[in-house]
């Protein structure tokens, strides 16, 4: 197994790349193929012991910055590191393709070059949160800001399955994110959404979720459109960062706050380990027809090594043929 990574993506490559990536190809045994500006890659290669190791490096000569427009960008920049990176496993060269930079890009390139599992309207991004439980997949979590109820109930199939090969749930429960319990209430989307996956076969839906019941784990996958699930995932990484940063200050207010904290002190750590996305490393663009997976842009070498660890999950659990045979036995087809 090879999985390519976009050296050049993220706000700390392509150091903590190329860090992340060697380490996940020491512990999961993997072949990696760095995608990239090969005079920026070697330099960084050279601080480590490589040898023994499945790596390759293939140069692209563009950068995509995460600023720039995704449709612009993956159009005049056809030798970025993220169109090459999506074309080796097009080609068959790799197995999956990770990137931490510009998410729209990523996902425009996955389009583009992988194309949609055939049946499924948008694809989305499928991103995990830490609850109480273990984690809940929002989705999707930014790459749809406007969807039809059909979006909706794709995602939660998708999500579904997802939850199950890949986070090892059995049973997943899947839920609608909602502003109240009761079937009535919601947008229209909401209420056609409901109708749809209440009445889908084979799908696990519980019904609607608020948003206070998913940090309490109340549900395995969590369903909205992009905006709103974009919205909660950034504001449960600010708040999990803001809280944490005020046990802090209180704990450091006093000698008696002091010594409460030393003795609180592997709690604490076990907490911040628990809320770190780092943990996670990545999240898979479900729905094309291929293995994408979208990186935080502010991800480290922990961050990259654990994204490679779930595009080997995604690989091993066939994800993506998965979502294709559902799809194709449900009958739940695209018209878009």
Aim: hydrophobic share 45%.
């Amino acid at each position: 197994m090879r999985i390519v990574v976009d050296a050049m993506g993220g706000d700390f490559a392509p150091r903590e790349i190329v860090d992340g990536a060697i380490e996940a190809a020491t512990k999961y045994g993997v072949g990696i193929i760095l995608v990239g500006q090969q005079e920026a890659i070697q330099p960084e290669l050279a601080r480590h012991k490589v040898e023994g190791l499945d790596l390759e490096v293939v140069h692209a000569s563009e950068v995509i910055d995460m600023g720039e427009h995704p449709a612009n960008a993956i159009r005049k920049k056809k030798d970025s590191s993220i169109m090459i990176g999506i074309k080796l496993v097009k080609e068959g060269r790799g197995d999956a393709f990770i990137s931490a930079g510009n998410t729209g890009a990523a996902m425009a390139a996955a389009l583009f070059g992988y194309g949609r599992i055939k049946g499924i309207d948008r694809p989305a991004i499928a991103s995990p949160m830490p609850t109480t439980q273990g984690a809940a997949l929002i989705l999707d979590a930014g790459a749809n800001a406007d969807c039809k109820p059909r979006n909706l109930l794709q995602f939660g199939i998708m999500g579904q399955i997802y939850a199950e090969k890949v986070l090892g749930v059995a049973s997943p429960k899947v839920a609608l994110l909602n502003i109240g319990e009761e079937e009535t209430k919601g947008n229209e989307l909401s209420l056609e959404a409901y109708q749809l996956m209440k009445n889908q076969p084979g799908l696990n839906f519980t019904g609607n979720v608020e948003g206070r019941e998913i940090p309490q784990g109340a549900a395995d996958v969590v369903v909205c459109d992009g905006f709103v699930g974009n919205v909660v995932l950034k504001f449960a990484e600010g708040l999990a960062k803001g809280l944490l940063g005020m046990i802090k200050e209180e704990l450091s207010q006093s000698l008696l706050s002091k010594i409460g904290g030393a003795l609180c002190l592997p709690a604490l750590t076990g907490l911040k380990k628990r809320m770190d996305y780092a943990e996670y490393g990545g999240a898979p663009l479900l729905g094309v027809n291929g293995i994408c997976i979208i990186s935080h842009g502010s991800s480290k070498a922990k961050a990259i090594m654990n994204a490679v660890r779930v595009a080997k999950e995604c690989v091993e659990q066939q994800v993506v043929q998965a979502i294709r045979a559902n799809i194709e036995q449900t009958g739940v087809n695209g018209d878009d």
